[in-house]
């Protein structure tokens, strides 16, 4: 359920890049993870529903990584990575409802020793290519022997059927030379929002069962 997709050998090839941060990086990867978990489980057990489907988690490769800072006209060093961007950590949680979004974006806004220093609420706000998802970027806190050191993180949370449209929608964008283009595009949109309004559906359809449990 709870995925560490860590590349170890594609890291290994620039090990020096972020050095001793890996450990940092992967120290807030952990620690989120467990918080995670444990919000999954105590609303499993006080009321028999489980907010998250499952959790992917990775730290950003150090060639991405060296690409990005330059995109944004940064020298390329560890220093940069750890304190000018927000992602070289991330996880991606995926939730079967579009209340569990948000459910879960509220019990990270209750954890007191996480700072949530941003979000963006695509699902109420789409982007114009009809992508959805809640993103939220945290400071985690990570215990060493001479103190706390606070880690930036990227949170993306949305909802199965989100993630399947992302994922398709992430595979075409690097293709080249596609034919058709603005058909596709149009078609990813149209999509998209079908998409949305099925995740509404399924949403009254379960509340509908779980108001006839109640009776």
């Not at 560890?78 to 950590?89: F, H, L, P």
């Not at 398709?168 to 596709?184: G, P, R, T, V």
């Not at 009254?204 to 069962?209: L, P, V, Y």
Request: with cysteine; aromatic share 8%; glycine share 4%.
């Amino acid at each position: 359920m709870f995925q560490y997709a860590i590349d170890e050998k594609a890291l290994s090839q620039d090990c020096d890049f972020y050095q001793d941060s890996l450990v940092l990086l992967e120290g807030a990867v952990i620690e989120l993870t467990s918080r995670l978990d444990i919000i999954r489980k105590y609303r499993k057990a006080h009321h028999n529903r489980d907010p998250i489907e499952y959790c992917k988690s990775r730290i950003k490769l150090p060639v991405s990584m060296r690409e990005k800072l330059l995109r944004h006209g940064l020298e390329p060093t560890r220093e940069n990575a750890m304190t000018k961007v927000y992602d070289a950590a991330g996880i991606r949680v995926i939730c079967a409802f579009v209340d569990d979004v948000y459910f879960v974006a509220k019990m990270l806004h209750k954890q007191s020793d996480i700072r949530v220093l941003e979000e963006k609420d695509y699902i109420q706000n789409p982007k114009p290519n009809g992508y959805r998802s809640y993103h939220m970027i945290v400071e985690v806190p990570i215990h060493l022997a001479d103190g706390i050191c606070r880690v930036f993180c990227e949170i993306q949370i949305r909802t199965i059927a989100m993630d399947c449209w992302a994922s398709l929608e992430h595979q075409l964008k690097y293709k080249k030379s596609i034919a058709n283009q603005e058909m596709i595009v149009g078609e990813l949109k149209r999509c998209a929002d079908e998409i949305a309004s099925a995740d509404l559906n399924l949403q009254t359809i379960r509340d509908m069962i779980e108001d006839g449990d109640n009776l």
